[in-house]
């Protein structure tokens, strides 16, 4: 295990590198996956979600957010391809939001531009220890 310091910092840097905006820790209200791919939100659909300051959707209103699948075009989805997720990808993505969701485990979002080259999106989810 002596080793592993080293590497977990280097993980954390180059994901900080990746994406420069990240959302601070906030809970998921709501949450849903669509596998509708008429919206431009890729071919697999997408997972949405809104955060909030507070559990249980209390606390200020923080951002709706789409986690986008490959195709995607939408202005709600983020810029970098390497964030729009297979359908694998995306469902266990989806498994990760609901378990925030019912478990009120406080997440953060990393993200970029959006496509289009306005707004912040998300580029996937994290969950953090409350």
Known sequence: MRGM????GMVAFAGVCLLPGVAKA???CDAF???LTAINKGNSGYV?????TGPDCTGSFI???SICSTG????TCINQTQFHYTL?????TWDAVRLALSSNVRVSVPGNTCI???????GYVNLNAN
């Open 63 to 65: 951002s709706s957010w």
């Open 88 to 92: 694998t990808q995306l469902l266990a």
């Open 72 to 75: 995607a075009t939408a202005t």
């Open 26 to 28: 906030d809970y998921i």
């Open 48 to 52: 949405q979600f809104t955060t909030y």
């Open 33 to 35: 996956f669509s596998p």
């Open 116 to 122: 289009g080259g306005s707004g912040f999106c998300a």
């Open 5 to 8: 310091k080293p590497i977990l």
